[in-house]
Every structure is written in C-alpha cells, then in structure tokens.
C-alpha cells in the first residue's frame, strides 16, 4: 500500500541531488582553478548525475505479476563530463598559457538551465503523484468509516 509512496520519495530524492549537481556546475561556470593535475590547475569539469531504476525491468514485472509493486530510481554516480574545455584569447588572465589562450570550465549555462527545468518538473510531477496517493489513501480511510 504505501510502495508508490517510496517510490515518489527515490524520485524526490534524486531530482534533488541532481538539482544541487546542477546548482554546482551553475556556480563554477567561471572557475578556471578547480582541480590540480601534474602540477598544473585544471577548472572546473561539469558534473552529471547517473541514475538507475532500484530493480531491473524483469524482476519489477514479476512483482507486479504477484500483485506486488516495486520501482523507484537511485542515484548510482556522479560523473565528470569529459568533453574539452573552451579555450578563450585573453592574454592578461592570470590562467592565460603562454599563447595568450585561458582553459575556461565546459559547463554551458544554457544546457543547465534545460537540465534544471527538466530536473524542477520531475521533482513536481513527484510531488504530485505523492499528493494524489495521499488523497486515494485518505478517501479509503473516509470510505472504511
């Protein structure tokens, strides 16, 4: 009965964990100085949240073949966008290489920000599902009386 319940709340759980990752890249899109590597700074490497549904897709369908649900999602890493950094001709950046050019972080705000949208209206579907099975849940309890 209350299985849909923990499966809004892995939900909830990890759109909010991908919303602070998103949050991080969004702050650091400037940060030239991150990490250290061979002695030499790097910046900042955009983060991604990797996630997986809690069972695999047989064993949830067995389940619901016994009349038990099962479901959910968890996060399973986070992990470093590999793609290149963007170079930028400034020459008086202190983080400038010797050909004038500064590492700048590969975070795109604008691919962030449809990344957040997208996160923000999962985690209200989430929210919505939750309010609807407390409701369901409530009529049940009003009808028992």
């Known amino acids: 009965m209350f299985q849909s319940f923990n499966v809004s709340a892995s939900a909830l759980t990890a759109q909010r964990l991908r919303m602070d990752v998103i949050s991080a890249n969004m702050a650091n899109v400037d940060t030239t100085r991150a990490k250290m590597v061979d002695g030499k700074w790097q910046p900042y ?4 949240v990797v996630m997986q549904p809690n069972e695999s897709f047989s064993s949830f369908l067995n389940k619901a073949m016994n009349e038990r649900s099962a479901g959910g999602v968890k996060v399973t890493k986070i992990v470093e966008d590999q793609t290149p950094f ?7 950046h202190p983080d400038a290489d010797e050909n004038g050019y500064v590492q700048l972080p590969n975070v795109d705000p604008l691919k962030e920000m449809v990344d957040l949208m997208s996160a923000t209206r999962s985690y209200e579907a989430n929210v919505t599902v939750l309010n609807a099975t407390k409701g369901m849940l409530m009529k049940a309890l009003e009808i028992g009386k």
């Not at 963007?86 to 008086?92: A, G, I």
């Open 45 to 48: 490497r955009r983060k991604m």
């Open 86 to 92: 963007k170079l930028v001709y400034d020459p008086s």
